[in-house]
């Protein structure tokens, strides 16, 4: 008998078997092409904000393996990605806000698409190559290009881009090519474009740049197009040497260009200067020139010293620099021309007189200036017309430091003692109180805590009260006086009969009625404009480090004004104000803290103005109890944002502006410090925001909201 076989049974097992080997295979082949996990999460919200095209093959909204699976215009290398290449593919929508995850990309083309709104300030942090060209592309040029140092070509052309260039270009020693063609971009070409060393190519045609381009004479271009801008003055010499050159569509002036300055040479001159001087030598106009020129030097420098002999010494600016400020309001109704700020300089004005017979100059302070200012970065100058601020939101100046000397019974009267009936609150330094007067004058007196003066010296406290003396800025708390007698030293400051921010938001009583939206904007810019003014406009620059909704306090319009300001003597000695929701991750001993953390801090308070939720609550849910780890992941999903606003608000907000909001606290909280924008980049997106909502500028709800006057205790 012929033995008979079961095929089917065969078949069946070398199934089986074949089935194995390809999903070994594909284990393997997974194993190793498995893409970074932030890369995928990064990549993911990419095409959410894409609007989940069809012609991305392979992506998804959650998941995938873009390495593994070949996703449409995805190189890696590896398990990294490093290029993304979806030019011309008809894509809408956004680009996310996650593009900081894509550490590997070196190749970022998003070009002839549809895509929308700002730039995202995030974008991939080591890239070499970035063209966003062809878009419909808003807003500014994102000031986080200034950290990608390794950058050689980007190209924004062909979008709406607008406003100014801020000050980014001092980092990038290897761009190349730079075009920002053909958008709306206005003002002075940023002075840090000098620092372009490598600049090849620049394209800045069809915008609205005024000004002169001496900042590009040094620059080693060999293809340049300033055509159809507003640029005034003359062309440099060393720019007409150039292959490639389109200047045209300008208001270039006509005639020979003016020599420079006396003592300075041009540009070419200073390229030429040796041979120039071999071959030519001086002839006699140059040598009584010369002569001329230290002759005048000196005069100048006799005067200064007879000045300085004569004349108190002066901790501020003088009324050239003075000039050059711009005033801080809390609210923005328009922006100025550059025609305009002129006027508003002339509005500049003591906020008030100094009483010589009740103020004294501080005893034992020190006469040289440890705080003085700088220039705001010329690239950004914002201001807003409302004649309403005028008076009370203009800068204060001085030519000497006072402030009144306060006797330590005088106050111990005047807060009964420091009676508990009269403790207005306690800080991470000590207890503030209410004093008033019998003249009905009533004033906060912080008492600080003597043990912060063990192993410190007396000058230290004196050092102190001249550098808080010296801030000036209307959306910062004002130091009226001070005391220290007895081992006792306290800073008495202006009273706010509203309160803080946080007693607002967290300890409403049936006397106030929520803030409504327009205010706490109001509140978050103001506060934003306070810190900027610590951070870049002294100098040096100041660290705040106990930035909080208590140390907000509110004046009779709600307008803002930080407290707390330059005590970081103090707060370097103390890590009670660690851990209370405030503190970025980096801050784990006071030491740590900076300009960035600070950024931080004022994120967390923008999240309490949209949450009215505290920065930790431990009687909520565990995972709710951190304010910045619940919300964080939310504030780009609109449906979870709506449900996140405060309650108290019943509804009664714009979607669009709470949207911007959220934007902004979501660059402020970021974990890495590097990442946080200067607190001048969140100054200028709130005002973006207050500009495109069209908000009244006048505190609407301030009469609504007030708590009840005080009473005798």
Not at 55 to 72: A, E, I, T
Not at 127 to 136: R, V
Not at 525 to 535: F, M, N, P, S
Request: proline share 6%; with cysteine.
């Amino acid at each position: 008998m012929v033995p008979h076989f079961n095929f089917s049974g065969l078949w069946i097992v070398l199934f089986v078997v074949v089935l194995t080997l390809t999903s070994t295979i594909t284990t393997i082949t997974l194993v190793h092409s498995k893409t970074n996990a932030p890369e995928v999460s990064a990549l993911n919200i990419m095409y959410s904000s894409l609007n989940s095209p069809s012609k991305l093959d392979g992506w998804k909204s959650s998941g995938g393996d873009p390495c593994g699976d070949s996703w449409k215009g995805i190189t890696c290398s590896g398990s990294s990605v490093t290029e993304i290449d979806l030019s011309d593919f008809g894509l809408s929508g956004s680009m996310g806000y996650q593009l900081s995850g894509l550490t590997s990309v070196t190749y970022f083309d998003m070009s002839k698409n549809n895509l929308k709104g700002d730039i995202p300030y995030q974008l991939p942090p080591n890239a070499l190559h970035i063209d966003l060209s062809e878009n419909g592309f808003t807003g500014g040029v994102p000031y986080s290009i200034c950290l990608m140092k390794g950058l050689k070509y980007l190209n924004l052309a062909h979008n709406q881009l607008n406003g100014q260039l801020s000050d980014m270009f001092g980092q990038l020693p290897k761009l190349d090519e730079l075009d920002l063609s053909f958008n709306t971009l206005s003002g002075n070409l940023p002075q840090s474009f000098k620092s372009l060393s490598s600049l090849s190519t620049l394209h800045l045609q069809n915008n609205q740049f005024t000004g002169s381009i001496n900042a590009l004479a040094n620059l080693p271009l060999d293809d340049l197009n300033v055509a159809n801008n507003q640029f005034t003055g003359w062309i440099p010499d060393e720019l007409k040497e150039i292959k490639n050159i389109e200047t045209g569509g300008n208001s270039w002036s006509s005639g020979p260009a003016p020599p420079p300055p006396p003592g300075q040479k041009s540009t070419r001159a200073n390229r030429h200067s040796t041979k120039g001087a071999e071959k030519s030598g001086l002839n006699g106009v140059a040598i009584a020139g010369i002569v001329f020129g230290v002759l005048v030097a000196l005069a100048i420098i006799i005067a200064l010293i007879s000045r300085r002999r004569t004349s108190p010494p002066s901790h501020f600016l003088d009324e050239e620099r003075l000039s050059q400020r711009r005033p801080f309001t809390p609210l923005a109704s328009q922006e100025l021309s550059n025609d305009s700020r002129s006027e508003i300089h002339k509005d500049f004005r003591e906020l008030k007189s100094t009483d010589s017979s009740s103020s004294i100059p501080v005893k034992g302070l020190q006469t040289s200036p440890s705080i003085g200012f700088k220039p705001p970065p010329s690239d950004r100058v914002k201001s807003f017309n409302n004649n309403e601020y005028v008076n009370h939101m203009n800068v204060k100046r001085s030519s000497s430091v006072h402030v009144t000397c306060y006797s330590l019974a005088d106050l111990q009267t005047a807060t009964g003692n420091f009676a508990t009936g009269r403790l207005l609150g306690e800080g991470s330094i000590g207890r503030v109180y209410r004093a008033k007067y019998a003249d009905g004058k009533v004033l906060a007196v912080k008492k600080i805590d003597s043990s912060f003066f063990q192993g410190m010296r007396g000058a230290d406290f004196s050092e102190s009260v001249s550098n808080i003396s010296k801030l000036h800025h209307p959306n910062i708390a004002e130091l009226v006086g001070y005391c220290s007698e007895q081992g006792q030293n306290m800073l008495v400051y202006e009273y706010f009969r509203n309160g803080s921010l946080h007693e607002f938001l967290h300890l409403s009583d049936d006397f106030s009625k929520p803030l409504t939206w327009n205010t706490r904007v109001r509140i978050a810019l103001g506060t934003a404009r306070a810190v900027e003014y610590l951070h870049e406009i002294c100098s040096p620059s100041s660290v705040h480090k106990n930035i909080k909704s208590s140390n907000i306090l509110l004046d009779t319009e709600l307008n803002p004004c930080l407290s707390d300001c330059s005590l970081g003597t103090f707060h370097q000695h103390t890590s009670q104000n660690l851990g209370t929701g405030y503190n970025a991750p980096e801050c784990t001993k006071p030491a740590a803290y900076s300009l960035k953390s600070d950024v931080y801090s004022f994120g967390v308070v923008m999240l309490e103005l949209l949450t009215g939720r505290m920065p930790f609550d431990s009687s909520k849910p565990r995972l709710e109890q951190s304010l910045v780890r619940w919300a964080t992941p939310q504030l780009h999903d609109i449906d979870a944002l709506e449900k996140m606003v405060d309650p108290a608000l019943r509804g009664l907000y714009p979607t669009k502006s709470v949207s911007r909001f959220a934007d902004v606290i979501a660059l402020c909280v970021q974990p890495e410090p590097e990442f946080r924008p200067p607190m001048s980049e969140v100054v200028e997106a709130l005002v973006r925001l207050v500009q495109r909502s069209g908000m009244n500028p006048r505190g609407e709800d301030a009469s609504a909201s007030r708590r009840m006057d005080d009473y005798d205790y």
